[in-house]
C-alpha cells in the first residue's frame, strides 16, 4: 500500500493519524533511531524526517537507517530544501511553501529536486505548506509572510488555492516550539473549506493531551508532534497519552 494511501486510510477510519517529527540535527542518528521505536511502540502510525537547519546530508541519510533498522512504519521526509532528500525514506512530503515570499521556497528547490526524487522512485505526497504566527525558525528560513494566527479566512484562501492546484495535503504550521498550536477556529474553518478528501496536517506547539485533543477535535486529519517526543524522558508513554486524546 502506497503511504498516503496508508494515512488516508487511518485518518477515514480511526479519525486522526499521530506523525512523530524526528530533526536530524538534534540527536545522533542512533538515538533518532531509539526514539522512532519507543513512539512506534507507543502506536505512532508513521515518522516524518526533516528539519531546517543541519537536517540534510549524511546526517540525514544514517538517521533514516537507523530508523528503518528499528521500526517498520513508513518514513516520510519533511525537507526544508534540496538536502533534505534521501534515497532511504518511503515518501516524501512534495512542498510547496506557497505563503513564502521567497520563489526558492515556492517552486526553484522543488524543481531542483524533483529530478533526485524521480530517480530514487521515492513516493511523492504533494503538499500546500502554511506557516502561520509565530512560525518560529522555518518561518525565518522560509521567508514566510506569516499568516496572523487571527485570520483563518487568510488560511482558507491559501488552502483553497492549493487544494485547485491539486495539492492532497495541507499542512497548518506553527513552527516547532511555538508557544501555542494553530487555533481550533484556523483548523476548522481549514478543513470545512478543505473537504473529505483533502486532509489537514496540524504541527508546532502541541504539548499536552488537551492540545491535541482539541486539534483533533477541531478538525485536524493528522496531529504532528516533535520538540515534546525530543524531550520527554519517555517517548512510549507521551506517545500512547497523546493517541489516545486524539482518537477518544
Ligand atoms: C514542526 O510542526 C512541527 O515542523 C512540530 O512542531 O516541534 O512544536 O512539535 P513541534
Not at 537507517?65 to 512504519?73: G, M
Not at 505563503?99 to 526524487?117: E, H, K, L, W, Y
Not at 485570520?151 to 508557544?179: N, Q, R
Request: net charge negative; hydrophobic share 40%.
Amino acid at each position: 500500500m502506497k503511504v498516503e494511501e496508508y494515512l488516508n486510510k487511518i485518518a477515514d477510519e480511526k479519525g486522526t493519524v499521530h506523525l512523530t517529527l524526528i530533526d536530524p540535527a538534534s540527536q545522533s542518528p542512533e538515538e533518532g533511531g531509539d526514539i522512532a521505536y519507543e513512539a512506534a511502540c507507543g502506536g505512532t502510525d508513521a515518522i516524518m524526517v526533516g528539519g531546517s537547519t543541519g537536517a540534510g546530508g549524511t546526517v540525514l541519510d544514517r538517521t533514516i537507517v537507523e530508523i528503518k533498522k528499528r521500526t517498520s512504519i513508513p518514513v516520510i521526509l519533511f525537507p526544508a530544501n534540496v538536502d533534505g532528500i534521501s534515497p532511504h525514506a518511503d515518501a516524501i512530503f512534495f512542498m510547496s511553501l506557497l505563503n513564502s515570499r521567497d520563489v526558492n521556497f515556492i517552486t526553484t528547490s522543488q524543481m531542483i529536486g524533483a529530478p533526485i526524487v524521480y530517480k530514487y522512485n521515492i513516493e511523492t505526497i504533494s503538499m500546500a505548506y502554511l506557516i502561520v504566527e509565530p512560525g518560529g525558525t522555518v518561518g525565518w528560513v522560509g521567508d514566510a509572510r506569516l499568516i496572523p494566527k487571527n485570520k483563518p479566512e487568510l488560511a482558507v484562501a491559501y488552502s483553497l488555492a492549493g487544494k485547485y492546484m491539486g495539492m492532497h495535503y495541507t499542512y497548518l504550521e506553527a513552527g516547532s516550539g511555538a508557544d501555542r498550536p494553530i487555533t481550533p477556529e484556523m483548523i476548522g474553518a481549514t478543513k470545512h473549506a478543505l473537504g473529505d478528501h483533502n486532509k489537514l496536517i496540524v504541527g508546532g506547539g502541541i504539548r499536552t493531551v488537551e492540545d491535541a485533543r482539541e486539534c483533533a477535535r477541531a478538525g485536524a486529519d493528522m496531529i504532528v508532534t516533535g520538540t515534546v517526543v525530543e524531550e520527554t524522558g519517555d517517548v512510549r508513554t507521551k506517545v500512547e497519552e497523546l493517541i489516545t486524546a486524539i482518537r477518544e
